[in-house]
Nanobody
């Protein structure tokens, strides 16, 4: 089992930045791929970004390309999501997820473990 805990969410003005963290514990392994997703009440969970086990391959959703950056520090079992130039439409609950195959995916059902989420609110 792997436990994931997100942190770093909060309230920020449009154009501002936040950095989310996803800390893994339990049966942790640097071979896990990690993805970030976000969800607004009443809507499906949306893919944001993913990173493979080594950090050498990353994927981004079209709506965040050029603004968000995913990275990882395997020594700390932590994955980060740096969010810049935030927009009100980025407001959502942000969730990190891990899968054991080491390769990132844009599909929620490919992930084995999920965190509880952290809220990001961007004011206009």
């Amino acid at each position: 089992q792997v436990q994931l805990v997100e942190s770093g969410g909060g309230l920020v003005q449009a154009g501002g930045s936040l950095r989310l963290s996803c800390a893994a514990s339990g049966r942790t392994s640097s071979s896990y791929a990690v993805g970030w997703f976000r969800q607004v009440p009443g809507k499906e969970r949306e893919f944001v970004a993913a990173i493979n086990w080594s950090g050498g391959v990353t994927y981004y959703g079209d709506s965040v390309k050029g603004r968000f950056t995913i990275s990882r520090d395997n020594a700390k079992n932590t994955v980060y999501l740096q969010m810049n130039s935030l927009k009100p439409e980025d407001t959502a609950g942000y969730y990190c997820a891990a899968r054991g195959l080491g390769v990132g995916s844009v599909r929620t059902y490919d992930y084995d473990y999920w965190g509880q989420g952290t809220q990001v609110t961007v004011s206009s």
